[in-house]
Nanobody, 119 residues
């Protein structure tokens, strides 16, 4: 069992950067792939990024590729999403996730953290 808690969201202007963090509780975090999903107002949930168990492989949605970087530290039971060059369309609630699948790690979800990007 894994519990996830996101932090680091906020209100920023377009072009700014934010770093989201995810703290995990539970044992053997290295057994799980992890990822980030987001849900914008009036839109469906979408995949943002994922990282494999050891951190050796990462995956990104085309919309964030080159701007966002996902990372993890299994020893510290943490994961992060560095978001640069933020755009208004990045505005959403961001969710930290964990699971068996590297492409769809959705077995566990955090509570979400709000990211708002204004012009």
């Amino acid at each position: 069992q894994v519990q996830l808690v996101e932090s680091g969201g906020g209100l920023v202007q377009a072009g700014a950067s934010l770093r989201l963090s995810c703290a995990a509780s539970g044992r053997t975090l290295s057994s799980y792939a992890m990822g980030w999903f987001r849900q914008a107002p009036g839109k469906e949930r979408e995949f943002v990024a994922a990282i494999s168990r050891s951190g050796g492989n990462t995956y990104y949605a085309d919309s964030v590729k080159g701007r966002f970087t996902i990372s993890r530290d299994n020893a510290k039971y943490t994961m992060a999403l560095q978001m640069n060059s933020l755009k208004p369309e990045d505005t959403a609630v961001y969710y930290c996730t964990a699971g068996i699948s590297s492409y769809a790690p959705t077995d566990y979800w955090g509570q979400g953290t709000q990211v708002t990007v204004s012009s």
